[in-house]
């Protein structure tokens, strides 16, 4: 009997991977990666964990996948539950509910594990691809709502009353700004909304938890063929995501960019949150635009994500392309859409399937 089209790990799901659509182009960038984690985990190789120090300094670690998603990856309890709301964390914010990538469940239980984003990336970019491979860096977007789950995180260690007034206590350091949506009013005060910011990292280091899982595939330069060691993965904890909007001096600004922007959304959601109990994460970045598209918070370019990314694995990842025949299984890559790159270039590589 042939084998149905599936992807590893991936035993209970609320992705049926026998249908085709399940491997169009939004679905499969999500679900594949989850399972890229599990079979890494199967073979004893840990997730490289981007995190930050007490000084607020980013450093490397690895992390467990049954850590990562709060449980083991190839358990009978494990249930991968894809765009789905996480309720931990929708206590915090008004409106409509917000889906997270992927929610890990237990689903003997029904307990919500842990909300995860996923961002597949390419490595290299176009503003990396013709440096040395050495100095190969990949893009990373970050969407609103990714920095709504982080305000939430923050929430989330500061829910007692001795927490919140804690967490008050930082926020203070910023005097009262009446118009928020006034750029004349917030830029005086930025370098404060940092520092509060800042100081709230360090007094969570402890605390920090994942929240963005990010693939890298490897290609030949700026070639559509994949290296032959071309898969690892990147796990950036939720403090970590901070100093990605700190890559600029910013001790004076004259004008609010969209990392500058960033950091005043998120001191927004937490101010509000110890005022109100709540706060309108929708409203926050409708009204705090600043002149600026909110259809993404940042974009990294490879040459700026290269100083949190770069080590040896970046180099030289630690899964073959050769693998992802053991990933993608019972011949699920003839239901690909090519409609993406990594999409495409397994359309294009049918030698690694053989």
Not at 194 to 223: F, M, V, Y
Not at 332 to 347: H, I, K, N, T
Request: glycine residues 4%; proline residues 5%.
């Amino acid at each position: 009997m042939k084998n149905k089209p599936a992807l590893f790990g991936q035993k209970y799901s609320s992705r049926d991977y026998t249908k085709a659509e399940c491997w169009g182009k939004n679905q499969f960038n999500s679900s594949f990666p989850a399972s890229l984690v599990a079979y890494m985990y199967s073979k004893g190789i840990k997730p490289v964990y981007i995190k930050t120090t007490s000084e607020n300094k980013i450093i490397h670690t690895l992390i467990n996948a049954d850590e990562l998603f709060g449980i083991n990856p190839l358990s009978e309890e494990t249930y991968y539950n894809y765009e789905a709301g996480f309720a931990p964390y929708e206590k915090f914010y008004q409106g409509e509910r917000e889906k997270i990538d992927l929610v890990m469940m237990n689903r003997k239980t029904n307990q919500l594990l842990t909300g995860l984003e996923i961002k597949l990336t390419a490595i290299p970019d176009n503003t990396t691809k013709n440096y040395q491979e050495s100095e190969w860096g990949t893009e990373i977007v970050m969407r609103p709502p990714t920095i709504c789950f982080l305000a939430c995180s923050i929430c989330n260690s500061y829910t007692s009353l001795k927490e919140k007034e804690r967490l008050r206590s930082f926020l203070r350091q910023v005097p009262q700004i009446n118009h928020w949506e006034e750029m004349d009013e917030v830029i005086p005060y930025y370098e404060k909304i940092l520092s509060s910011l800042l100081a709230i990292s360090k007094d969570l280091t402890k605390k920090q938890r994942p929240l963005i899982i990010q693939p890298i595939w490897k290609t030949e330069g700026n070639k559509m063929r994949l290296k032959d060691d071309c898969l690892d993965v990147f796990v950036w904890s939720n403090l970590s995501i901070i100093q990605m909007c700190c890559t600029e001096d910013n001790t004076t600004i004259s004008r609010i960019n969209r990392f500058h922007r960033t950091i005043i959304w998120i001191y927004k959601m937490l101010l509000d949150y110890v005022t109100y109990d709540t706060f309108d994460y929708k409203r926050i970045i409708r009204l705090q635009s600043y002149n600026l598209a909110n259809d993404k918070a940042f974009a990294l370019p490879g040459t700026k994500s290269l100083k949190f990314i770069k080590n040896d694995i970046i180099i030289k990842p630690r899964i073959s392309k050769f693998e992802i025949k053991n990933i993608i299984l019972g011949g699920g890559q003839d239901l690909l859409s090519p409609e993406r790159r990594f999409d495409a270039v397994l359309v294009n590589s049918p030698d690694i399937f053989d």
